[in-house]
T-cell receptor, first 111, second 118 residues
Framework: QKEVEQNSGPLSVPEGAIASLNCTYS??????FFWYRQYSGKSPELIMF????GDKEDGRFTAQLNKASQYVSLLIRDSQPSDSATYLC???????????FGKGTTLSVSS | NAGVMQNPRHLVRRRGQEARLRCSPM?????VYWYRQLPEEGLKFMVY????????ESGMPKERFSAEFPKEGPSILRIQQVVRGDSAAYFC????????????????FGDGTRLSIL
């Protein structure tokens, strides 16, 4: 059974700080990696995706990927209370036909 | 609204009834995915479809569940003879194309259907 592991949290950071969310995955065949944000009772919203080792930046968000370590992370700079949500890590399966979701990390940003 | 459209938003069924969940992909998207989110659980992949074809159904329960994406109209997830354990949020996602293993296209999610079984 392919698995995706995330710390459930809650991860609490003050407003303006950097939030660091981590994820490990077991399927070495995963080649595409996605981060989604899900507010309580709502649908997942795409935040970032990354395909290659290294860093990818988009505004306040930076995704980091290390395929050798089977590790992917999401950094949120200048965290805002509106960033408070559950963040889902989702590598693709080896065939690229599905996403394998972790249970998510709950982030709480206090003002 | 050009997003992924799911209906109904909420569906209540009694045990033994049938549930039909509908999903219209984003404009320009021809690939549809269904996921289920049980209470306190993560999203679990169920099935991936293109028009008139089931590409990957490895996450579908062996019995009572079926999915289709006809040439015309929305994708349908059908659950026959529902049981209490089917109560969950069912999400549909779509992507514009497959993109291949090494550059999987991002999937965009609809608002989901919350299924409750009495």
């Amino acid at each position: 059974q392919k698995e995706v592991e995330q710390n459930s949290g809650p991860l609490s950071v003050p407003e303006g700080a950097i939030a660091s969310l981590n994820c490990t995955y077991s399927d070495r065949g995963s080649q595409s990696f996605f981060w989604y944000r899900q507010y309580s009772g709502k649908s997942p919203e795409l935040i970032m995706f990354i395909y290659s080792n290294g860093d990818k930046e988009d505004g306040r968000f930076t995704a980091q990927l290390n395929k050798a370590s089977q590790y992917v992370s999401l950094l949120i700079r200048d965290s805002q209370p509106s960033d408070s949500a559950t963040y889902l890590c989702a590598p693709s399966n080896q065939a690229g036909t599905a996403l394998i979701f972790g249970k998510g990390t709950t982030l709480s940003v206090s003002s | 609204n050009a997003g992924v459209m799911q209906n109904p938003r909420h569906l209540v069924r009694r045990r033994g009834q049938e549930a039909r969940l509908r999903c219209s992909p984003m404009k320009g998207h021809s690939h549809v995915y269904w996921y289920r989110q049980l209470p306190e659980e993560g999203l679990k992949f169920m099935v991936y479809l293109q028009k008139e074809n089931i590409i990957d159904e490895s996450g579908m329960p062996k019995e009572r569940f079926s999915a289709e994406f006809p040439k015309e109209g929305p994708s349908i997830l059908r659950i026959q003879q529902v049981v209490r354990g089917d109560s969950a949020a069912y999400f549909c996602a779509s992507s514009p194309s497959f993109g291949g293993t090494y550059s999987n296209q991002p999937q965009h999610f609809g608002d989901g259907t919350r299924l409750s079984i009495l």
